[in-house]
């Protein structure tokens, strides 16, 4: 039934709580508003389904302005993380419209691999790719672009792709060119870069976007190469042999 000492009671109105239980007597503890008052009452009122087991009636929280400021939606950190996205995307769509002549040039190749052509020439400097992203996170990951620190927060865009599905379905498909891009590790061959690169440290509040430009003038029909230096190999940990233990010299015994 669950009566026990310390349980919470109820009667009717009558709130109380079990503080003794000693053969036939009950002794509860009663709640009257400003104090409780001690009575006893026999264990048979509680055997005859007169009392049930209650939970304990929470106790009444109150914040204050000095208290509860620091609670307010414009204080949370995941609406303030919601807000600097916001931003970022905002940027992000700003630039492609200024910039949608560089992509009226362009094919993207989506099979056998990800890549991307020239459909026209352009001259040094004149392509620009806007690094655009539904991804904006907190931590990097391989490929990300950097973003520096808006509002206190470190932010990395990470590349997004989604090929368009064979049934013409969008939710799902994105494509942008500047994570198209083909990778190469040899620097002779590329004939793009990232510009305006920011440390993950620096201050960016006034959301700053890495831009990708060719490097050289490109001919009608060039895929775009990026150059990414190879990771450097790591030399295995060395074997640091264990020194043996010293044999202790034992004495022959006396004669």
């Known amino acids: 039934m669950g009566f026990q000492v310390g349980a919470n009671v109820i009667r009717g109105d009558c709130r109380a709580t079990i503080t003794s239980m000693q053969g036939s007597l009950v002794q509860l503890s009663v709640d009257e508003g400003d104090f409780c008052t001690s009575y006893e009452i026999k264990i048979e009122s509680f055997l005859k389904g007169e009392w049930r087991v209650t939970k304990q009636k929470a106790d009444i929280q109150k914040y204050s302005w000095d208290n509860f ?10 609406i303030n993380f919601m807000c600097v996205k916001g931003e970022v995307s905002r940027r992000m769509i700003e630039l492609e419209m200024q910039h949608e002549a560089s992509y009226k040039g362009l094919v993207l190749q989506t099979k056998p691999y990800k890549s ?3 459909a026209k020439q352009y001259a040094k400097g004149k392509l620009i790719l ?17 973003l520096g620190s808006i509002r206190d927060i470190g932010l990395y865009l990470w590349p997004c792709y989604g090929p368009p599905k064979r049934d013409g379905d969008l939710d799902g498909s994105f494509l942008c060119p500047f994570w198209m891009v083909k990778r190469t590790n040899k620097e ?15 201050e960016n509040n006034s959301v700053r976007i890495p ?45």
Do not use: W
Request: glycine share 2%; proline share 12%.
């Open 69 to 78: 400021h620091q609670f307010r939606p414009c204080s949370s950190d995941t």
């Open 130 to 146: 806007v690094p655009s992203t539904s991804r904006i996170e907190r931590k990097a990951c391989p490929g990300s672009v950097a």
């Open 211 to 255: 831009l990708m430009y060719n490097i050289s003038a490109l001919d009608a029909s060039t895929e775009l190469k990026l150059f990414v230096p190879k990771p450097q190999k790591e030399d295995p940990e060395a074997l640091v042999p264990v020194p043996q233990p010293k044999r202790q010299r034992t004495k022959a015994p006396a004669p």
């Open 116 to 118: 991307v052509f020239t």
């Open 188 to 202: 002779s061959e590329a004939n793009v870069e990232v510009r305006q690169l920011i440390a993950e440290d620096q």
